[in-house]
């Protein structure tokens, strides 16, 4: 005991953890006591204990497990955090309480699973329990379905829902456990109770014998409905009044209310799935329909009829169903067919119930107009539609199609109608038959019971009758009045006679009723849920009004997986957990078998095995299999025995007894031991062989399914198709594939390779054999079941009698579901099984199959033209590009998301007049959702909204047609696209009724659905509220629907504090319909994620649908006609009191006297704007524009407001007392932050009223008037709202007028606000009015303008100037010579301005000015004496505020880049808008960007052919000329031209917006953008202004060269010329910047990479060639590639080198070519490493290196077909560890797992070997070779041999002999050097010799162009300049048979070029190494430029006098290509050529 004193001292919680049981025991004896003690259920001491729950009931001592059990139910029933243990305790319980021999632990795991319930968790408790049917153990089976018991009869079945229970009974009853059978027929018993037959359908498929004796339990039912006995803890009124009843003396009368509500009727439509019969309406039902032959539209009516007799119908477009079936009953002469008609409509309406409610406007009167048919079958056919129809709709609805028909001729007609409506009565409540409904009525009753015809009388008394009793007399006897005494008593007596659907309420107690359906006629499944709640809501107000639905609906469909077996890893046939992992064996050899065996199996058993007794062996057999059985699955040797029964004979056993016990065994080995992939493949290949066979097929079949228990079906599924069809004998396979069938059904689809199967299967229908063709037909049939539709596509090619099978097949599957995985693992077991697990893992196997198509690029077949057609104006061209555009993608069928401008093509028609284009369009949507697949997520905003607009449409089937394509969008999308951003909520805000009710609807059935949403879901609840009290009641009834969605998601806390916005009113109404949505809510999504799951799935839409529309508008009626007044009230005042914390309620003094206003100011009235602007447009209301405002546009602003601005302040706006405007501008300004939203909705009409002021004589007035405006934009601004042109043309003029004020404060604010405006309405729009302005008649407004105008010009650059530069300064101008002088001081001033920013250029714009004004000009610019290059700085003098937005605005771009670019953004105008939005993250002013160009841009992107933005004048170039061969002069010798200022103010927007044009599709725009960009780069003192923007500019450039690559180039149309030019801007733009080293560097490693494959790819473009430049533009690629190699970071060009060669590598589509150039630049980076080893990051290229080996093993490398990449890598290793020794090892810091790859190993190996032997001939491959390879040839020698050759060359006769001796020696020693003999020799010799030995080359060789196979294409020959590509075809290594490491040669180019001054041009076309290898570089000159045009003879002039010129800094690293500017003297040259073009450009453009 001495260590008892130990644990006696810890705190209690530690000794409950105390590996001791005593201590933990004692502790859980105190955690008891300590638990029965706290008071305080918040206390903090629970929060202790919340992670040892699970511990107490799991513990595994006995003893200390009871104890425990009864802390922690005294834990879960005090603690108010017991809920978050919810899932493990519940899940501790199940699996270790439940499975206890003693019945306390039992006991008290039971109490505490119902304590669980009682705290609100009864969710996670019936998962937990649900998954523990699963179990294998039959006693926590038998546990868990009597809890499940024990919770319904205790909390009924609201609060335990009992859909999942149902599900998994039937699987409850096959149990072969008898405990568990009885234990469920109890259940189904108590579930009887509860919801009596809508139990039938659901377990009519169990066995007959349980059935007939859960009838006989059934019938002992007792008939009183059952109660809750016990209550949630939200249900305490309940429990109290529950209780008081019990003390009363059980219910006497006061029973029969609380009865009603205790039986929540449970509706058997609920528990049915729905079924799909649209797709399964006969191919030709449409023509038959229409046929002459009534035989033919029998036919067609009765596969309708038989569709829809399933009873319940999945929702879809019903709509052309509907139509005929209308047409038919209404105009068929045949009457049958009417009938039968009439029947298919009631069947329609049965099934479909609330979603047919939309048709039922369309169908009602013609089937009131055909009761005019006597025939009794025609007429009860025709009213039981009707009535079924009812059901569906409301009375509201249908009303005024009734009273049209009431006053119908014909006596039948009027008979049936008022027959109609009595019945239809008889389902309304009080709150459903309004007097506004009773009115009409019986206003037309009584003209019937006045009619001649008798039985019309008798019709109109039973409806006047039953209209009586379910309204009251109160209600119907006003309509009376005029009804004489005889008459008032027959209707009285028919009242009494009617019996109600709805029970009536008369006092206290109530009539009781069976819920029967009316008369018979009524459709039996309407009798009970959903009318049965109706009822409910109409009669008792309580806060469980909707609770049955909603609980009978329950976690959705829980039955699927849990019934799988395997939950928690348990499998179904004895399989221990452990089993989920897969079991890895080794093949064991068959000696080591049979010791195994002979250790399990009897010693005769073994002998027998081969015995050639047949009976022998089959003894043998037995004793084996009775071994396995006794086997303990630890100690089974499965390998052996498996090997056993394949031994001789094995699988060739001819007796068939003997065979199938040997398969039988196979399958026992299989279920019982762990049996492993190794132990399968023994056996497959025999059961595979044995499938086909008769007597042994079902024992193979059945080995096989264990084994694929065992081994998981995916794999075993593989092995044996793969084995079957490699076999021949058609029956196996066709066996095989009836097999797989069946397995699929048992084990579920996840896992399977479709596309593998799919080859078989296609195999399997080309067999010759029918049987085999039907098992795959019947296979596909199964896998449609999974994969749905999209399986279909793999099988379009099939010749079309096999498709018509197929289809056939498929369509027998429509509508049903998978069945549930019985076997195998099922994935779920984790998750806790909801059925979205399943339907989830059915999506995902859909989507798999998406994935596996192969998908179409349409992008180039949507052409401008077809997009113009789209938008013709006539609307049959319309048509006719919508017909193009389907064709194009049925055939494409799968598309990739480039779908280029038909998004917007389509989002135009979405509003075309002609409905019919707009439904063609949604079909188009449609389709190009199932074409897309989940890729058209991100169309959702461009697309899937606008669809959503059409949801308003007037027209139903249009509406119907959009809802369908949302869907199909939402199907592929999910719900999270669409409700991210304010999209959505915009959509509510608009004030159409039907958009409100379709998309109110549409979320009421996804929300549910969902497990989570964006927080912007909360955007749509003030939409929501006002919807909840529209004036349509439609609308209203789908809010009522969609409000316990919304709080299911956002809470009820949220939805409460959102109210605070609303009127008073408004308020308390919408604060008692949450409490009503709140008892209402499904399932609370904010548990975790294990039990919101449970709140997705299929089921979950349907809850509230049954919920009959009387229910929903009886809801909102009874909110006034009797709510429980408890509640009402004291909800309304404590979300009152809420909102007074949540949002400060506005009490200030002004508003003391007066609480009625407390509200908000500001009322949002969705789609108030936009509707304004509407009526402005369409001059509806007088448009804003006057010159003093006269009386008629004050009224009509008074009465726009009056509907969005309280009354009070209305009041105060429009007093006639200007103290009152200061006071109401008093109180916007107070409640200027607290209603933004509201300030934005009614922005328009708050300036309209302040311009109002700006004509009132009161300065006060204005000056307050003033202020407000200032804070009302920096609002506007910081909530990045932009100004509608309405606003601001209804605004900006007036405040203009103000400009000219005396008064120099006000002059002052004004101009101030014009400052702010710039930052929420373009400047570029602000300049027109001010513009205006100028023209006033006020002076002092004419100067304060034309200052402004100057201010804008400086800020925002000459962009800004409207209409154009020109014509706006020539107005300007005009100003200089006014009368007065300030004016002119202005004009002069802004002109100065402008010619500040724009230079010299402005005297032409000005154009011509008198001289006098000119002088003025003159003087006043010498004067002003600042040049163009000041500019900025005295920006920032004189207007800080405009200038700071600028720079912050530039560093905000600058860091842009860095942080977004890595990531490839794709386009740049959303580069554009996401760098201004990081801005927001950045800096306080980051709202105040300018953003005048934001706006234009969404022109831009609309419309690239005609961008509205204002190009400076100056860009007009003329390009024609500029392409001549040399495209890029060096920068030194560059003249900076004189006066490009044109980048205005160099801010960074502009750069930006330039930059964004570059990518531009229109050619023109993006060379004068790259025209713009270059002009900045070429001059020093502007090139900074990039920085910051480098990766922004290469993108767009690289998206410019792939638009061409793909686009322009493909295009026929475009004329060539025009990319030639467009190519050579971009790549002279590029050479320009990477001449400028630090811009060069910012380019990041993702961008350059991208860059590098753009330039890369051009080079290898084919279709060049064709081109008469083609060449010239790869020549200048060629250089511009050595420039970014040499100037870019040397680390990120490394890294993205390797990344691209790693990537072009695995492409399979790549070419060899690409890799080798790819790695020819990596060569020449390893040629540069020595200069800069020291800048590199060498943790990084190592990093790099490490990943590219990981991925490229030496091994795979080596298979390439090239030796290259391998020769790279080892190059590349060598010259680094050379130049860093040893301590490159160092530098592996960043490499996670260094063994992942041989990188360190082989650095190790490299480095010993350079420090072994750094002097020995070893190191080939690194550059020291070099030296001792020259040694070779002796070198007197060989100068002996090369002065002799030189010799004759030089000699005139021998010259041709000399070359010839020369070009052999040069192939014999490729290493000689002949450098010091061309040395002292001219240019002109140098390339006498280089063309010499060319020549000869050509001959020898035959001028094949082998070139082109070298990964050089043929118009590279000319850059390529030491050697010529000729020799490619020499093999690698050197022509003396030994291999030569490529660097030698390069370090020894190297040294040569350097010598020679041959520019370091770039590698990227380096000829590849076999040509530097094969013979001595000549390094002359002129070998490149001979080839690069035929310019020779002008340059050879020019080269000997530019022979001396420096170009050093070109020199330091020299490289094997030649490039464009391959010698000093060209480069020179065509400098000069190159200034003069630019100087005629320049000349050409002023």
């Known amino acids: 005991?001495?260590?008892?004193?130990?644990?006696?001292?810890?705190?209690?919680?530690?000794?409950?953890?105390?590996?001791?049981?005593?201590?933990?025991?004692?502790?859980?004896?105190?955690?008891?006591k300590l638990f029965q003690k706290i008071d305080d259920e918040k206390s903090p001491e629970w929060s202790k204990y919340l992670g040892l729950i699970k511990k107490f009931v799991t513990d595994s001592n006995a003893v200390a497990q009871l104890k425990g059990l009864e802390a922690a139910l005294a834990y879960v029933e005090n603690a108010h955090v017991a809920g978050k243990t919810t899932g493990e305790v519940a899940s501790g319980v199940v699996n270790k309480v439940f499975n206890q021999p003693k019945a306390r632990a039992k006991e008290l795991g039971l109490d505490i699973c119902l304590m669980y319930i009682e705290i609100e968790k009864g969710e996670a408790v019936q998962e937990e329990l649900l998954k523990g049917l699963d179990n294998k153990n039959p006693k926590i089976i038998v546990a868990c379905i009597e809890t499940l018991r024990k919770a319904l009869s205790e909390f009924g079945s609201k609060i335990i829902s009992l859909k999942p229970i149902i599900k998994v009974l039937p699987k409850l009853f096959e149990s072969r456990e008898k405990a568990v059978r009885d234990e469920a027929k109890l259940l189904a018993v108590e579930i009887y109770r509860w919801i009596r037959d809508a139990l039938r359908p659901p377990l009519q498929n169990i066995n007959s014998v349980q059935l007939k004796e859960l009838e006989e339990e059934w019938v002992k039912v007792s008939a009183v409905a059952p109660k809750q006995t016990r209550f949630l803890r939200s249900q305490q009124e309940l429990k109290a009044k529950f209780e008081q009843q019990q003390a009363a003396g059980g219910d006497a009368d006061g029973g029969g209310d609380d009865e009603e509500e205790a039986v929540p009727q449970v509706d058997a439509y609920e528990l049915l799935e729905a079924v799909e019969i649209l797709s399964k309406l006969p191919k030709d039902f449409y023509e038959k329909i229409e046929a002459k032959k009534w035989q033919e539209r029998k036919e067609a009516l009765e596969a309708v009829e038989l569709l829809v007799k399933n009873p319940k119908l999945e929702s879809g477009d019903y709509a052309d169903l509907v139509k005929v079936l209308k047409k038919v009953v209404g105009k068929d002469t045949n009457v049958m067919l009417v009938a039968l008609a009439a029947k298919c409509l009631a069947g329609l309406a049965t099934g479909l119930r609330k979603k047919f409610g939309q048709y039922a406007g369309h169908v009602v009167p013609t089937i009131l107009e055909k009761f005019k048919e006597k025939k009794p079958q025609v007429v009860q056919a025709l009213q039981e539609a009707i009535d079924a129809i009812f059901l569906t709709t409301t009375l509201q609805n249908i009303s005024e199609d009734v009273l049209a028909v009431m006053d119908n001729k014909n006596p039948t007609i009027k008979q049936q109608t008022s027959l109609f409506i009595a019945r239809s009565f008889r389902h309304c409540t009080p709150s459903t038959l309004p007097k506004s409904l009773l009115k009409p009525f019986c206003a037309a009753l009584l003209k019937h019971i006045n009619d001649s015809a008798p039985e019309v009388r008798d019709a109109g008394f039973e409806a006047l009758g039953t209209a009586?009793?379910?309204?009251?007399?109160?209600?119907?006897?006003?309509?009376?009045?005029?009804?004489?005494?005889?008459?008032?008593?027959?209707?009285?007596?028919?009242?009494?006679?009617?019996?109600?659907?709805?029970?009536?309420?008369?006092?206290?107690?109530?009539?009781?009723?069976?819920?029967?359906?009316?008369?018979?006629?009524?459709?039996?499944?309407?009798?009970?849920?959903?009318?049965?709640?109706?009822?409910?809501?109409?009669?008792?107000?309580?806060?469980?009004?909707?609770?049955?639905?909603?609980?009978?609906?329950?976690?959705?469909?829980?039955?699927?997986?849990?019934?799988?077996?395997?939950?928690?890893?348990?499998?179904?046939?004895?399989?221990?957990?452990?089993?989920?992992?897969?079991?890895?064996?080794?093949?064991?050899?068959?000696?080591?078998?049979?010791?195994?065996?002979?250790?399990?199996?009897?010693?005769?058993?073994?002998?027998?095995?081969?015995?050639?007794?047949?009976?022998?062996?089959?003894?043998?057999?037995?004793?084996?299999?009775?071994?396995?059985e006794l086997m303990e699955r630890s100690e089974m040797p499965c390998q052996a025995l498996v090997r056993m029964l394949a031994k001789k004979p094995g699988w060739k056993e001819t007796n068939f007894q003997v065979m199938q016990m040997k398969l039988h065994i196979v399958a026992l080995i299989a279920q019982k031991g762990n049996f492993s992939k190794t132990s399968a493949q023994v056996v497959l290949d025999g059961l595979v062989d044995k499938v086909g066979d008769v007597k042994c097929g079902s024992n193979a079949k059945e080995a096989m399914t264990a084994i694929a228990e065992a081994c998981?079906?995916?794999?075993?599924?593989?092995?044996?198709?793969?084995?079957?069809?490699?076999?021949?004998?058609?029956?196996?396979?066709?066996?095989?594939?009836?097999?797989?069938?069946?397995?699929?059904?048992?084990?579920?689809?996840?896992?399977?390779?479709?596309?593998?199967?799919?080859?078989?299967?296609?195999?399997?229908?080309?067999?010759?054999?029918?049987?085999?063709?039907?098992?795959?037909?019947?296979?596909?049939?199964?896998?449609?079941?999974?994969?749905?539709?999209?399986?279909?596509?793999?099988?379009?090619?099939?010749?079309?009698?096999?498709?018509?099978?197929?289809?056939?097949?498929?369509?027998?599957?429509?509508?049903?579901?998978?069945?549930?995985?019985?076997?195998?693992?099922?994935?779920?077991?984790?998750?806790?099984?909801?059925?979205?697990?399943?339907?989830?893992?059915?999506?995902?196997?859909?989507?798999?199959?998406?994935?596996?198509?192969?998908?179409?690029?349409?992008?180039?077949?949507?052409?401008?033209?077809?997009?113009?057609?789209?938008?013709?104006?006539?609307?049959?061209?319309?048509?006719?590009?919508?017909?193009?555009?389907?064709?194009?993608?049925?055939?494409?069928?799968?598309?990739?998301?480039?779908?280029?401008?038909?998004?917007?093509?389509?989002?135009?028609?979405?509003?075309?007049?002609?409905?019919?284009?707009?439904?063609?369009?949604?079909?188009?949507?449609?389709?190009?959702?199932?074409?897309?697949?989940?890729?058209?997520?991100?169309?959702?905003?461009?697309?899937?909204?606008?669809?959503?607009?059409?949801?308003?449409?007037?027209?139903?089937?249009?509406?119907?047609?959009?809802?369908?394509?949302?869907?199909?969008?939402?199907?592929?999308?999910?719900?999270?696209?669409?409700?991210?951003?304010?999209?959505?909520?915009?959509?509510?805000k608009k004030e159409n009724p039907f958009l409100r009710q379709e998309l109110l609807g549409w979320l009421a059935e996804k929300l549910p659905t969902l497990r989570s949403v964006p927080s912007d879901l909360l955007l749509c609840v003030p939409h929501l509220y006002s919807c909840l009290e529209d004036r349509n009641g439609d609308v209203r009834k789908k809010a009522q629907d969609a409000l316990p969605f919304f709080m299911m998601h956002l809470g009820f806390e949220k939805m409460a504090k959102a109210t605070s916005k609303l009127k008073p009113t408004s308020k308390d109404q919408v604060l008692a319909m949450l409490e009503k949505a709140k008892a209402n809510m499904p399932a609370k999504p904010a548990a975790p994620a294990k039990a919101s799951s449970r709140v997705a799935g299929g089921a979950a839409p349907a809850k509230f649908q049954p919920a009959s529309a009387l229910a929903e508008d009886s809801g909102s009626n009874s909110m006034e006609s009797k709510p429980d007044p408890k509640r009402a009230k004291a909800g309304g005042a404590s979300s009152k009191a809420k909102g007074v914390q949540g949002k400060k309620v506005l009490s200030k003094p002004i508003l003391k006297e007066d609480d009625d206003k407390s509200g908000p100011i500001f009322i949002i009235v969705p789609n108030g704007k936009e509707q304004r602007m509407k009526d402005e447009k369409g001059l509806k209301v007088l448009k804003w524009n006057f010159t003093t405002p006269r009386d008629e546009y004050i009224e009509q602003l008074k009465t726009q407001m009056s509907s969005c601005v309280a009354k009070w302040l209305q009041d105060e706006m429009f007093h006639a007392d200007f103290q009152h405007h200061n006071k109401a501008l008093a109180v916007m300004i107070e409640h200027l932050e607290s209603e933004k939203d509201g300030v934005i909705s009614c922005l328009d009409l708050i300036l309209k009223w302040l311009t109002l002021r700006f004509f009132d004589t009161n300065t006060s007035v204005l000056m307050k008037a003033l202020e407000y405006l200032k804070l009302l934009f920096n609002l506007l601004s910081q909530e990045e709202y932009h100004l509608t042109e309405n606003e601001a043309s209804s605004f900006i003029p007036y405040l203009i007028l103000k400009v000219?004020?005396?008064?120099?404060?006000?002059?002052?604010?004004?101009?101030?606000?014009?400052?702010?405006?710039?930052?929420?309405?373009?400047?570029?729009?602000?300049?027109?009015?001010?513009?205006?302005?100028?023209?006033?008649?006020?002076?002092?407004?004419?100067?304060?303008?034309?200052?402004?105008?100057?201010?804008?010009?400086?800020?925002?650059?000459?962009?800004?100037?409207?209409?154009?530069?020109?014509?706006?300064?020539?107005?300007?101008?005009?100003?200089?010579?006014?009368?007065?002088?300030?004016?002119?001081?202005?004009?002069?001033?802004?002109?100065?301005?402008?010619?500040?920013?724009?230079?010299?250029?402005?005297?032409?714009?000005?154009?011509?000015?008198?001289?006098?004004?000119?002088?003025?000009?003159?003087?006043?610019?010498?004067?002003?004496?600042?040049?163009?290059?000041?500019?900025?700085?005295?920006?920032?003098?004189?207007?800080?505020?405009?200038?700071?937005?600028?720079?912050?605005?530039?560093?905000?771009?600058?860091?842009?880049?860095?942080?977004?670019?890595?990531?490839?953004?794709?386009?740049?105008?959303?580069?554009?808008?996401?760098?201004?939005?990081?801005?927001?993250?950045?800096?306080?002013?980051?709202?105040?960007?300018?953003?005048?160009?934001?706006?234009?841009?969404?022109?831009?992107?609309?419309?690239?052919?005609?961008?509205?933005?204002?190009?400076?004048?100056?860009?007009?170039?003329?390009?024609?000329?500029?392409?001549?061969?040399?495209?890029?002069?060096?920068?030194?010798?560059?003249?900076?031209?004189?006066?490009?200022?044109?980048?205005?103010?160099?801010?960074?927007?502009?750069?930006?917006?330039?930059?964004?044009?570059?990518?531009?599709?229109?050619?023109?725009?993006?060379?004068?953008?790259?025209?713009?960009?270059?002009?900045?780069?070429?001059?020093?003192?502007?090139?900074?202004?990039?920085?910051?923007h480098i990766d922004q500019f290469l993108i767009a450039t690289f998206m410019q060269l792939r638009l061409i690559y793909n686009t322009h180039m493909a295009d026929e149309k475009l004329d060539k010329d025009e990319i030639?030019?467009?190519?050579?801007?971009?790549?002279?733009?590029?050479?320009?910047?990477?001449?400028?080293?630090?811009?060069?560097?910012?380019?990041?490693?993702?961008?350059?990479?991208?860059?590098?494959?753009?330039?890369?790819?051009?080079?290898?473009?084919?279709?060049?060639?064709?081109?008469?430049?083609?060449?010239?533009?790869?020549?200048?690629?060629?250089?511009?590639?050595?420039?970014?190699?040499?100037?870019?970071?040397?680390?990120?060009?490394?890294?993205?080198?390797?990344?691209?060669?790693?990537?072009?590598?695995?492409?399979?589509?790549?070419?060899?070519?690409?890799?080798?150039?790819?790695?020819?630049?990596?060569?020449?980076?390893?040629?540069?490493?020595?200069?800069?080893?020291?800048?590199?990051?060498?943790?990084?290229?190592?990093?790099?290196?490490?990943?590219?080996?990981?991925?490229?093993?030496?091994?795979?490398?080596?298979?390439?077909?090239?030796e290259f990449p391998i020769r790279t890598l080892k190059t590349l290793l060598h010259t680094l560890c050379k130049l860093k020794g040893p301590k490159i090892l160092d530098h592996l810091t960043m490499i996670d797992n260094k063994n992942e790859s041989e990188l360190e190993a082989h650095l190790c190996r490299v480095v010993k070997h350079s420090m072994d032997q750094s002097g020995s001939k070893t190191d080939k491959d690194t550059e020291k070779g070099a030296s001792r390879i020259e040694e070779k040839a002796s070198k007197a020698k060989v100068n002996d041999i090369l002065a002799e050759i030189f010799k004759k060359i030089g000699s005139k006769e021998n010259t041709k002999e000399g070359l010839a001796e020369l070009y052999e020696y040069k192939k014999k020693y490729s290493d000689a050097d002949i450098e010091p003999f061309l040395k002292n020799s001219s240019q002109f010799f140098q390339s006498y010799v280089e063309r010499g030995l060319r020549l000869i080359e050509t001959e020898r060789e035959g001028k094949g162009r082998i070139a082109a196979s070298t990964g050089i294409s043929p118009q590279m020959e000319g850059t390529c300049v030491p050697a010529s590509t000729h020799t490619v075809s020499s093999s690698i290594g050197n022509s003396n048979g030994e291999e030569v490491g490529p660097s030698v040669y390069l370090e020894r180019l190297k040294i040569l070029r350097q010598r020679c001054g041959l520019d370091n041009a770039k590698q990227e076309d380096r000829p590849p190494l076999t040509s530097l290898l094969s013979k001595p570089a000549l390094p002359t000159v002129a070998s490149s430029t001979d080839m690069l045009h035929s310019k020779l003879s002008q340059l050879r002039e020019s080269r000997e006098q530019y022979q001396h010129l420096d170009l050093d800094s070109n020199q330091t690293h020299s490289s094997g290509i030649g490039t464009t500017l391959a010698s000093p003297s060209s480069a020179a040259a065509n400098i000069d050529d190159l200034k003069k073009r630019l100087e005629r450009i320049k000349s050409s453009r002023k």
Not at 1397 to 1414: A, P, T, Y
Not at 1708 to 1715: D, E, G, I, L, Q
């Open 1300 to 1588: 000219g004020e005396p008064k120099d404060v006000i002059r002052r604010d004004v101009r101030a606000i014009l400052n702010r405006m710039c930052l929420i309405y373009p400047a570029s729009k602000m300049f027109t009015f001010i513009m205006e302005g100028t023209k006033s008649k006020n002076s002092k407004q004419r100067a304060e303008c034309l200052e402004e105008l100057g201010c804008l010009v400086e800020s925002y650059g000459m962009n800004v100037c409207q209409p154009t530069p020109g014509k706006a300064l020539k107005e300007m101008a005009t100003h200089i010579g006014d009368r007065d002088n300030t004016v002119r001081n202005a004009a002069l001033n802004t002109i100065v301005t402008v010619y500040n920013v724009h230079g010299d250029q402005v005297f032409k714009l000005i154009g011509n000015l008198s001289e006098k004004d000119m002088s003025m000009l003159e003087e006043r610019i010498k004067r002003s004496a600042k040049r163009p290059s000041a500019a900025p700085v005295r920006q920032a003098e004189e207007k800080p505020q405009r200038v700071q937005n600028i720079s912050t605005n530039a560093s905000m771009l600058r860091k842009g880049p860095a942080e977004d670019m890595s990531s490839k953004l794709k386009i740049m105008y959303r580069t554009y808008r996401i760098q201004n939005r990081n801005m927001g993250g950045h800096s306080e002013t980051a709202h105040t960007v300018p953003r005048e160009f934001q706006l234009d841009l969404d022109e831009i992107e609309n419309d690239n052919g005609t961008v509205r933005c204002e190009m400076p004048a100056l860009v007009q170039h003329k390009l024609d000329d500029i392409f001549e061969p040399v495209l890029i002069p060096e920068p030194k010798i560059r003249a900076v031209s004189p006066h490009f200022d044109d980048m205005h103010s160099n801010t960074a927007s502009t750069i930006n917006f330039v930059i964004s044009q570059v990518a531009s599709g229109d050619i023109n725009t993006s060379i004068q953008a790259l025209a713009q960009i270059d002009e900045v780069l070429r001059q020093e003192d502007k090139a900074e202004a990039m920085s910051g």
């Open 1 to 32: 005991m001495g260590d008892d004193s130990e644990w006696m001292k810890l705190p209690i919680d530690q000794k409950c953890e105390h590996k001791l049981w005593k201590a933990r025991l004692n502790g859980y004896e105190e955690a008891l």
């Open 468 to 628: 009586l009793k379910v309204a009251g007399e109160k209600a119907v006897n006003p309509f009376l009045a005029d009804v004489d005494k005889l008459k008032l008593d027959r209707i009285k007596e028919c009242a009494e006679k009617v019996e109600l659907v709805y029970g009536k309420k008369t006092g206290g107690a109530a009539e009781k009723k069976e819920g029967k359906p009316v008369s018979g006629k009524t459709p039996a499944l309407s009798g009970s849920g959903g009318d049965k709640e109706t009822k409910d809501a109409g009669t008792k107000p309580g806060p469980q009004k909707k609770a049955p639905a909603v609980k009978s609906g329950g976690p959705p469909k829980k039955g699927k997986p849990a019934a799988a077996a395997g939950v928690g890893g348990a499998g179904a046939k004895g399989k221990k957990g452990p089993e989920t992992k897969e079991i890895f064996e080794s093949e064991l050899s068959i000696e080591v078998c049979e010791e195994k065996a002979a250790a399990v199996l009897p010693a005769s058993c073994i002998q027998q095995l081969d015995s050639g007794n047949w009976k022998e062996r089959l003894a043998c057999m037995e004793e084996f299999q009775k071994a396995v």
């Open 712 to 988: 998981q079906l995916p794999w075993t599924a593989e092995q044996v198709v793969a084995t079957a069809f490699s076999q021949k004998n058609p029956k196996n396979q066709s066996e095989t594939l009836n097999w797989l069938s069946n397995a699929i059904k048992e084990f579920g689809f996840s896992g399977l390779n479709v596309k593998a199967f799919i080859s078989n299967v296609k195999t399997a229908l080309a067999a010759t054999n029918p049987a085999v063709r039907t098992s795959a037909i019947t296979l596909l049939g199964v896998m449609y079941l999974y994969v749905g539709p999209p399986l279909r596509m793999f099988f379009e090619d099939e010749k079309p009698a096999l498709l018509s099978q197929i289809d056939a097949e498929f369509e027998k599957m429509q509508g049903q579901t998978a069945p549930a995985p019985t076997r195998g693992i099922s994935r779920n077991s984790v998750a806790g099984g909801g059925d979205d697990g399943e339907e989830e893992e059915q999506e995902d196997v859909g989507n798999d199959v998406v994935d596996l198509l192969p998908r179409t690029d349409i992008g180039e077949k949507i052409t401008a033209e077809l997009v113009s057609k789209i938008g013709d104006k006539n609307w049959k061209i319309r048509k006719e590009g919508l017909d193009e555009v389907t064709s194009i993608i049925n055939d494409a069928k799968f598309i990739q998301p480039n779908i280029g401008e038909l998004p917007a093509a389509l989002k135009g028609r979405l509003n075309d007049s002609n409905k019919i284009l707009v439904q063609q369009t949604l079909s188009i949507l449609q389709q190009l959702a199932t074409a897309m697949g989940p890729n058209i997520k991100q169309h959702v905003k461009n697309l899937g909204i606008p669809v959503i607009t059409v949801l308003g449409d007037s027209k139903n089937n249009v509406r119907a047609a959009a809802l369908a394509t949302v869907n199909a969008w939402a199907e592929q999308t999910g719900m999270k696209e669409w409700l991210e951003g304010e999209d959505l909520s915009e959509e509510l």
């Open 1620 to 1762: 030639v030019k467009l190519y050579s801007c971009i790549i002279g733009s590029m050479i320009s910047l990477f001449q400028i080293e630090s811009l060069a560097r910012e380019a990041s490693t993702g961008v350059l990479k991208d860059l590098m494959h753009g330039l890369i790819t051009l080079m290898l473009d084919s279709r060049l060639e064709d081109l008469e430049e083609g060449e010239q533009v790869i020549r200048s690629v060629n250089l511009l590639v050595v420039k970014v190699l040499e100037k870019s970071d040397q680390t990120n060009i490394l890294s993205a080198l390797l990344v691209l060669l790693q990537d072009s590598l695995l492409a399979t589509a790549s070419s060899p070519k690409f890799s080798e150039l790819v790695m020819k630049c990596l060569w020449r980076m390893v040629r540069l490493l020595p200069e800069t080893i020291n800048s590199i990051n060498l943790d990084r290229i190592l990093l790099d290196i490490h990943i590219f080996m990981k991925v490229f093993p030496k091994e795979k490398l080596k298979q390439c077909k090239s």
